[in-house]
């Protein structure tokens, strides 16, 4: 066990994944000599060479369509896309190509890539280093949609979407690099270490994908919640005081719907939170999966708190980010129900 | 016939990397003035080798030489002089802006002011510029008020974005500078499209676009060459290379293997290749492309040598990844500087102005700095309203919106 930060562990599980696995190479923008803007991948074009790990000309469009070339050769390519902001380039490739190249060829070739990409806001990176653009990903068939909340996570699901055939969609909300992080932003910043998620294996293990993990368990009411916002559900059922069952999806598709169906069935309440806008986010195919397994026993209607439908501001992020206030909120309300 | 030969995979590797001696041997520097100027009618075929050479003005004693020495009043040159100081200065004061906190970004062009502020200041006030974020050097030459860049810098109060945009991403519609997106590349083509509506229009504007040479891998820049040849747009088409892409050096984007310049001859598109931090360079082969896209010529590619002095951005060290001094045996010298020892070489300036002109600068920036802060900072949080977010998403607020808006005040 070593104490990591989130980046830390992702480098550990790539690191972990190119010792055992020969076809697993990565590249991106700035991922080489440099080790990438967020330091995921420092280190490892030294110990592994640069034929493994190396620097992408910009441009997202053919960093993904390479390395779908790459895995119908038999690679095992785990890319880079310096920010979620700037994967748009490579959504034909993943939407039209990768997601449908085994459905199209009945499995004669595969797409076994591995997308790693930063979401989210909190840094005061405006409308291009903010964004959560999950449900895009979630709205095409054939992709996988991983979304880790901690560093003990983070490597085992990355180990886990790297060694899986189909390509999987791998965000990490960059808040939480360094520690985690509830939404209360004038506080002072929290590091891994002392967090029992941050202890890592040094080696080889798999957290399964689609598998959802509960934080808090509890009895009021349940919270389905991934990546940044499993803090600000636990802050808000701190400062509440409302006895939250707080579930952390881990992988969005495929969806642990026997951990939701379970929880929702004992609190009959649910709240569901997420950063990305709300409009056909992912908080809408949460809340009618709850309301399809469920139905009979919920007390309350279903409750979203989640990021306003505009581009993410700059100077507002506070205003723009639901923290832990609107989340306490819903909390209430469903209660009160 | 070769058979069974292993096949190789290459990646290029830039010449040095940090505690190795900085090395530029890869750029070759021909005399300045040994560039022919074709006239603009030339037809493309008949000018290929303009985009392996390079044009050049000043030589090293500040002379100007050769064909491509524009006519250019003192004044005129004066005021590059000028904006370009006043770019170099205002890129350090945000600098420490950001340092203290009063903004959360920034992003400097040191050792680039020449391209920005002769591009300015060479195109029409009514042409429209597609700039990158390292361009602000055409907001200082076409005047616009530091105060509003800086008002923008510090997202306050005063912010005409409303703090909506980071730092840095201006939108200066009166001054002919197209709102910048962060997206890399997007906007070339949109350069493209805006020419062409021109040509459409009949009307007598024209259209210039810019990229690192790092974007110039996105399929937009692409994009951007094949409608511009197509529909012979009147367009100018620049690609500044400044070699480095954050920490990724030019061959990455295919440098090593041809110029930037020559991918414009595929497309049968002209292209230049030119010594960017020789401000008379900049002038005389913006005015070349400039007066082809005016007489119905079509589109020009430019590749403007330059290098990245600063960091790529307040997030970026780039010991990291680059000889600390790299910048120091940059072969192509200080923009500022050449130009200074111009003016100084035709007997219109003297060290003792220029000492003038920067103090003088300096006491501009920092009193529009005063000013701009007078109008809050991200520091102290006098930012436009939280409600304010939901405006200009669509032209008239949808129901949802004003729901959500209203639900955000309730919550309060
Ligand atoms: C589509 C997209 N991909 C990636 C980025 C992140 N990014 C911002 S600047 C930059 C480097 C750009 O280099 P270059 O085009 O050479 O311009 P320079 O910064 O050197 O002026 C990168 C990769 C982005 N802004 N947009």
Known sequence: MTTMAMNAAIRSAIDVMMERDDNVVVFGEDIGYFGGVFRCTEGLQAKYGSERVFDAPIAEGGIVGAAVGMGAYGLRPVIEIQFADYVYPGLDQLISEAARLRYRSSAEFTAPLTVRMPCGGGIHGGQTHSQSPESLFTHVCGLITVIPSNPYDAKGLLIASIEDDDPVIFLEPKRLYNGPFDGHHDKPVVPWAGHPLGEVPDGYYRVELGSAAIRRPGDDLTVLAYGTMVYVAEAAAEETGIDAEIIDLRTLLPLDTDTIEASVAKTGRCVIVHEATRTSGFGAELSATVQELCFYHLEAPIERVTGWDTPYPHAQEWDYFPGPARVGAAYRRVIAA | ??????????????????????????????????????????????????????????????????????????????????????????????????????????????????????????????????????????????????????????????????????????????????????????????????????????????????????????????????????????????????????????????????????????????????????????????????????????????????????????????????????????????????LKNHLIARGDWSEEQHRDLVADVDREVLAAARDAESYGTLLDGRVASAKSIFEDVYKDMPPHLQRQRRQMEDER
């Open chain 2, 1 to 338: 016939m070769i058979e069974g030969v292993p096949l190789r995979f290459r990646i290029p590797e830039p010449p040095a990397r940090p505690g190795e001696r900085a090395d530029f041997s890869y750029i070759v520097v021909p005399p300045a003035g040994s560039a022919r100027r074709p006239e603009i009618e030339t037809d493309p075929s008949e000018m290929r080798d303009l985009a392996y050479s390079l044009i050049r003005v000043l030589d090293d004693d500040g002379s100007a030489t050769g064909p491509w020495i524009p006519e250019l009043e003192p004044d005129a040159l004066y005021h590059g002089l000028r904006a370009m100081v006043m770019t170099r200065t205002y890129d350090d004061r945000m600098l420490m802006a950001q340092r203290q906190g009063k903004t959360s970004f920034y992003m400097r062009c040191t050792g680039e002011e020449a391209i920005a502020v002769g591009h300015a200041l060479e195109l029409d006030r009514d042409d429209m510029f597609f700039p990158t974020y390292r361009n602000q050097g055409w907001l200082i030459a076409r005047r616009w008020p530091l105060v509003e860049m800086m008002c923008q810098v510090f997202s306050n109060e005063k912010d005409r974005l409303h703090g909506r945009q980071m730092p840095i991403m201006y939108s200066a519609r009166e001054v002919g500078f197209f709102s910048i997106s962060g997206n890399l590349g997007t906007q070339f083509i949109q350069a493209v499209g805006w020419a062409m509506a021109s040509a459409i229009k009949g009307d007598t504007r024209i259209a210039s676009g810019m990229v690192g040479e790092g974007t110039t891998a996105e399929a937009d820049f692409h994009n951007a060459l094949t409608f511009a040849t197509t529909y012979q747009a009147p367009v100018i088409l620049n690609i500044v290379n400044n070699q480095w892409a954050i920490s990724t050096f030019q061959g990455i984007a295919g440098g090593n293997q041809s110029t930037f310049a020559a991918r414009a001859i595929g497309h049968g598109i002209p292209a230049l290749r030119v010594d960017g931090n020789d401000y008379l360079a900049v002038i005389a082969a913006t005015r070349w492309a400039a007066q082809r896209a005016r007489a119905n010529l079509g589109p020009t590619v430019i590749e403007w040598l330059t290098y990245r002095a600063a960091a790529h951005s307040t997030s970026d060290d780039p010991s990291r990844y680059r000889p600390a001094d790299e910048w120091k045996s940059w072969p192509l010298g200080d923009p500022i500087e050449r």
